[in-house]
């Protein structure tokens, strides 16, 4: 097996690396503090292809494979958790069902402009008040097919980037039938009468990551906004988070990755007894376990990016990546707040923002006890 990156790889890991090193690191404690989205980078990520990670070439994409994909959203994430959720989820989330499924007119209309960094980004709307991770059952906002339109009635929650996307692609309920069967996935540009994005969430962490809830009143799009086949939603939403999945398994690294660089930096400077802390074995201790599990986490990561570019079956490797990275870098978070000791506390230290950024990973994109679920099951379907 070669657990090396090839030419190509390193190339790109080196160019998002200088990237966010300049562009998006040094503003990560404003957009923090301010709750502002940095535009600025991301306006400059078109050029680069770090907004078509998921998207083909025809459409503006720059046919980057999935490893690729997952090494772009660890070094953002190295450098700002906010900037690195919203192109997460831009990519993994608002760009990968429309470049999947969607139809090839919908396709040339929307994903060059989001590509290009000249437009907004792409959001997806899955979470309801009501619903949490029940999507079959829970789903009620609904489309209904008046003349030429859809016309979607409901509500959703935890919408990221509905604020600062061209459009919400909302998985809502086409057959009132229910069952697997009774859910679609329909594009609604944000500009559409009817649709309202409610004010910014007020959150823990990723302050500048925009997430919101969304009102939809009698909300007409045309039946060709439809993305996929009708009553495929749910098929597809799952396929979807697969791929979501191993993008957060990728940001929790990248996040835990610079916790655990800041914490070694603090611990050679930082002098108790008469030498640096970094010479006492208890932190040496939380050191090297860092160090560990981010390297455990990363390759389980690239694995799961690996086995979708061939093609292979992994939703149970993205699921496994997607529990292991996230709870690791909680862990690691904590313990290097714990190095800084007091000072850990404090905003003045960058630790203290990336703890609060990872607490959310365990949540997003399937909760570790979904995740626990999935894995529980392709163990039963493997065995059977």
């Known amino acids: 097996m070669n657990f090396e990156l090839n030419e190509e790889q390193r190339m790109w890991q080196r160019t998002v690396h200088d990237f966010v090193k300049s562009e998006v690191q040094p503003r990560a404690r404003e957009v923090d503090e301010t709750a502002t989205f940095n535009w600025e980078a991301t306006r400059k990520m078109g050029a680069l292809g770090l907004l078509a990670l998921s998207i083909p070439p025809e459409y503006g994409g720059t046919g980057i494979d999935a490893l690729s994909a997952a090494i772009g959203i660890e070094e953002m994430a190295w450098g700002c958790g906010s900037t690195a959720l919203a192109i997460a989820a831009h990519n993994g989330l608002g760009t990968s069902p429309l470049a999947l499924y969607g139809s090839p007119e919908l396709k040339k209309r929307w994903l060059p402009l989001v590509a290009s960094g000249r437009g907004k980004l792409g959001a997806l709307a899955l979470t309801e008040p009501g619903a949490g991770s029940d999507l079959q059952g829970g789903i009620r906002t609904k489309a209904e097919k008046i003349g030429n339109e859809w016309v979607l009635n409901g509500a959703k929650m935890w919408c990221t980037n509905a604020s600062i996307a061209e459009y919400i692609i909302t998985l809502a309920r086409t057959n009132p039938a229910g069952g697997s069967r009774s859910l679609s996935m329909i594009l609604v540009p944000t500009n559409t009468p009817g649709l309202t994005i409610h004010p910014a969430e007020k959150k823990m962490g990723l302050k500048g990551s925009p997430t919101h809830a969304l009102s939809y009143e009698d909300v007409r799009v045309p039946l060709q906004n439809l993305v ?8 597809q939403t799952l396929a979807t988070l697969d791929g979501g999945r191993i993008g957060i398994g ?9 916790a655990c660089e800041a914490a070694l930096q603090y611990a050679e400077t930082r002098q108790t007894f008469g030498k640096p802390i970094a010479e006492h074995q208890a932190i040496q201790i939380m050191l ?12 389980m990561v690239y694995n799961a990016a690996w086995r979708k570019e061939m ?3 992994y939703s149970q490797e993205a699921a496994m990546a997607k529990l292991y990275a996230t709870e690791m870098a909680e862990r690691v978070c904590r313990n290097a707040i714990q190095i800084h000791g007091g000072m850990g506390y404090s905003s003045q230290y960058p630790v203290e923002r990336i703890y609060r950024d990872a607490r959310l990973m365990t949540i997003g994109e399937g909760t570790s006890e979904i995740q626990r679920m999935v894995i529980a099951r392709q163990m039963r379907i493997n065995h059977a």
């Open 311 to 313: 093609g292979k079956p």
């Open 288 to 299: 090297a376990d860092a160090a560990t599990e981010i390297a455990a986490a990363r390759l």
């Open 228 to 235: 996929g086949e009708e009553h495929h939603g749910l098929h």
């Open 250 to 258: 990728a940001l929790s690294v990248g996040l835990a990755q610079a």
